[in-house]
């Protein structure tokens, strides 16, 4: 068999490498919110443990805006540990000994969803810019797909951080009778105009780029590689505080004694977020880029349903169970704090937990004890109920 | 006389919209801690006012990183009014009729001081990157051999906004016998990883530009204005607070009744992002934007005095009067705080005014009657002392 052409694997994950796959065919077509369907489409997804015969042990695991599907197990592509293997994992708190887990590659993503980089079917080329707008609702609606294909009527629950929060809360709304509990982490009920802006600047680095091509880059062969490595730094300075960045290089040299009066990185600040651009775009699609961060811009549960936030959920809402960290400035307490609030207003059972860290929005990622204990006890008591 | 050539004029600056200029012939070679030295050089300045018989009443007032010499006058290039009307005027904090003040467009600028976009008499080509690195003790040194020039043994003060601010303190500490006080306002002593980590995000984005060519854009008769645009939106989302954003724009929509579904602006915080970058790149050049924010990256003034920041003035300091805003996140006020405190340590004279404001780092801008009112107590009761 002949060799692909090039711009069938824009992003370095081949088809052994995207863990399972399931595609639905004409007959079940995505509907998205923008009013077309995507059809037919992949989702791509690991999953890890075992599902009980009740079927009431799966845990869904949502991703973050640059996350996959390899939630806990070695990534194919960079050769990395899964991006929360502090908290899944056998022993871990998120117990894969106990808990069937499921996570799946977003739709619009590049890592074996369809997303921009696949081949649409109607002219055998890359989508790019005619692949349609998504939502984090059609993220979650592929996402029941994919659930329902499994064959699982009732989640234990949905738990995720950052954008993997938003998917926690949407799945409460759209599909409140199919899980029993949400866990929405360092996230918001929709995206806030500082967050839109910082957005923006990502998507228009990587447009500025000539070799962004108008989105067709895999035509040519090129890649928009230093707008989406601005972008990526931009964004990273977001997910750490001021502390942590202060703490981690303050304004330490790197590899030399003085300042070197030119304009090469002489900080190490300036060298780690090189490093952050450099090792991003070997992984990642620049229009998946554009495509998940606008979804996240678009979101905003409560103006889904007249402006009132405590309405999204029905008459019968899950559990929730809301995590937040005090230096986390993308996603602040105070944002967390108001979905709680929110769904106290309608009665719904919500604990929050608002966790002291110094560590910024990134520390979901990281080892945060309290986090562990509060996602180990809900999950615990919630199965043992 | 023919036209000039078009890389002469890289901005729309033209001569006669420089305000007033001196230039240091060969025999005052500007200094430079590289330890290289720049000449000849000009200063491009504004002064407003009237000096005094005893040459006692003039105030330096210093501009941020994409400030100019048009502090209290009609910017020639965008038509718009100074930069700081709001307070430097007859009348103002900063009484014209009273103080004679100057206000110099930095070393390394673009609006008629020297600097990269300037023609270097060795090659008769503009600088570009050959342009030696400055720093703000460069720019400092600059303004003293201009207040020098205009006969000025002792200013009554200098004051100046976030990189103004810095220039404020370097004059503290290099010239203290010629300055009776200074008042930094929503600035730092150092600048910390976060900002050098925003600032090298800005400067990637102009370098990713095909059209920078290695900084030799004018000679090609390009420019780098989408990168710079880029640099321009992302720094201008530090210079505002979230809640400023949340309060002027929100998730509001620019001109339409519900989300569009396509990449083009949705929200007015996009719009006026791009209102932000391309009116920026109309007057600023490129080079002198990396130029400008490697020196407030460099800016350290306890490190130049064995880490001591009390030690970095001498023996009998000017007076100090530090303002910062609460809100202010790129110079928080446990910054400012932390230079009073340095000076306290060494039984300096020190004001500390914390103003409590939601807009962010450019309060200091803006109609602030608390730091009007401390600006205009500060300095007329120096004046009558």
Chains 1, 2 share one sequence.
Not at 39 to 55: C, Q, R
Not at 73 to 81: A, D, I, L, R, Y
Not at 323 to 343: C, G, Q, R, Y
Request: a neutral charge.
């Amino acid at each position: 068999m002949s060799e692909a052409p090039e711009f069938l694997r824009p992003v370095k994950v081949h088809a052994a490498d995207k863990g399972q796959t399931v595609t639905f065919g004409p007959d079940k077509p995505l509907k998205l919110d923008c009013g077309k369907s995507l059809s037919p489409f992949t989702v791509a997804y690991m999953t890890y443990g075992t599902l009980n015969a009740a079927k009431s042990n799966a845990v869904l695991v949502c991703h973050a805006l640059t996350g996959d599907q390899f939630v806990a197990s070695e990534n194919p592509v960079t050769g990395k540990p899964g991006w929360w293997t502090t908290t899944v994992g056998p022993g871990k708190p998120i117990d894969t000994d106990r808990f069937f887990v499921i996570c799946a590659n977003v739709i619009g993503g590049c890592m074996g969803s369809t997303g921009p980089a696949s081949i649409d079917p109607a002219t055998a080329k890359p989508y790019g810019l005619s692949f349609p707008l998504i939502t984090i609702r059609d993220m979650v609606r592929a996402q029941g797909m994919l659930v329902e294909h499994l064959g699982i009527a009732k989640l234990l629950a949905v738990v995720g951080g950052s954008m993997g929060g938003m998917q926690a809360l949407q799945w409460a709304a759209a599909y409140p009778e199919r899980v029993r509990a949400v866990m929405p982490i360092a996230s918001a009920a929709r995206h806030s105009a500082q967050n839109i802006a910082f957005h923006e600047v990502g998507r228009q680095a990587i447009m500025a780029d000539p070799d962004w091509r108008g989105g067709e880059y895999q035509l040519h062969n090129v890649s928009p590689s230093k707008g989406l490595a601005v972008a990526r730094m931009a964004a990273h300075i977001t997910y750490l505080s001021e502390t942590a960045l202060q703490r981690k290089f303050g304004r330490s040299l790197q590899d030399r004694e003085a300042l070197s009066f030119q304009f090469a990185p002489d900080f190490q600040i300036e060298s780690y977020l090189h490093h952050q651009g450099r090792s991003f775009v070997d992984r990642f699609d620049a229009n998946s880029y554009l495509y998940i961060t606008r979804a996240m811009d678009y979101f905003d549960l409560a103006a889904d349903h007249d402006g009132k936030l405590g309405h999204a959920f029905g008459a019968h809402p899950p559990r929730f169970c809301i995590i937040s960290f005090t230096s986390d400035w993308l996603f602040p307490p105070a944002e967390n704090k108001s979905v709680a609030h929110a769904l106290n207003a309608v009665a719904a059972n919500v604990s929050f937990v608002e966790i002291k860290s110094d560590k910024g929005h990134d520390a979901f990622l990281l080892d945060e004890p309290e986090m562990f204990q509060a996602v180990k006890g809900f999950l615990n008591a919630l199965a043992d109920s």
